[in-house]
């Protein structure tokens, strides 16, 4: 049995468009209504929602097989948590908060087998079909995505650096915190915070790395996406609920409740 490709980590290579999703309702049965939606990707979120070890394992297991890559943010750069979604199956990740160079290194080096990393080696694991794939240990890192997310203007200012490090598949803007970094809270859409953004993705495409981000308006994740951007996530479960439930009680009664 041989490890499966990674369409996503071969389409930031090749420069191909990849429209996400955010997922966040924590449910595999959430995750399977998105799933026939054929989103390029889907990001399963344990930084900002309340997902464990084993509701992140069912959600994966709702995109398996899918044309949908299931990405996870784990809740912080720690090799611990990063040892033990690559061994329950993740084959992408996005790391929060990333602010140095250093901070990068350790976010790869979580991701690779010594002597080029420090995760722990398990020959039966969830992620090689219990010692089922043959090519596992051999082909990981090749189709492994590890996506870095840029949340400060201080590691926007380091972003090119970053990006050099070797095992870094591409670098994704977080606008929420970058517009509260700038005094900005609440405002991810502001001007000022899309000024800064646009001028270190601009660089960091100039070079050949992949971008992207998380936007909530149709419209803008087209322009990014035609202005350049690699992936973009265009919205989550949980709005579409929220957008979808406040919308059919209004249709009903359009008084709003207290």
Same mark, same amino acid.
């Given at each position: ?80 948590? #990063?040892? /033990? ?5 993740? !084959? +992408?990740?996005?790391? $929060?908060?990333?602010?140095? @160079?250093?901070?990068? %290194? ?89 000024? #800064?953004? /646009? ?5 960091? !495409? +100039?070079?050949?790395? $992949?971008?992207?981000?998380? @936007?909530?308006?149709? %419209? ?39």
């Amino acid at each position: 049995m041989k490890l499966a490709i990674n369409s996503f980590t071969h389409a930031l290579r090749s420069g191909k468009k990849q429209v996400g999703i955010w997922i966040s309702l924590c449910s595999p049965f959430a995750a399977q209504v998105v799933e026939p939606s054929g989103y390029d990707w889907a990001l399963l979120d344990m930084e900002h929602a309340p997902n464990d070890l084993v509701t992140v394992m069912g959600q994966l297991e709702a995109f398996k097989g899918s044309s949908t890559t299931a990405i996870v943010r784990p809740p912080w750069n720690d090799s611990v948590a #990063v040892k /033990r979604l690559l061994d329950t199956g993740a !084959m +992408a990740l996005l790391f $929060p908060m990333i602010q140095s @160079v250093e901070e990068a %290194k350790s976010a790869v080096a979580a991701t690779r087998y010594p002597p080029r990393g420090i995760r722990g080696v398990s020959g039966s694991t969830r992620a090689n079909k219990f010692g089922r794939v043959t090519d596992y240990f051999k082909r990981f890192e090749d189709e492994l995505a590890v996506l870095l997310q840029l949340e400060t203007l201080s590691a926007i200012e380091k972003a090119e650096e970053i990006a050099d490090v070797d095992g870094v598949t591409g670098i994704f803007f977080g606008p929420a915190d970058i517009a509260a970094d700038m005094g900005l809270l609440g405002q991810p859409t502001a001007p000022e915070v899309w000024e #800064v953004i /646009r001028e270190c993705a601009g660089k960091l !495409m +100039a070079k050949g790395v $992949p971008v992207g981000t998380l @936007v909530f308006d149709p %419209k803008f994740a087209n322009e990014l996406l035609e202005s350049g951007f690699t992936f973009v996530a265009v919205g989550s479960d949980i709005s579409l609920l929220t957008k979808g439930a406040d919308a059919l009680r209004r249709e009903i009664d359009p008084t709003p409740k207290d």
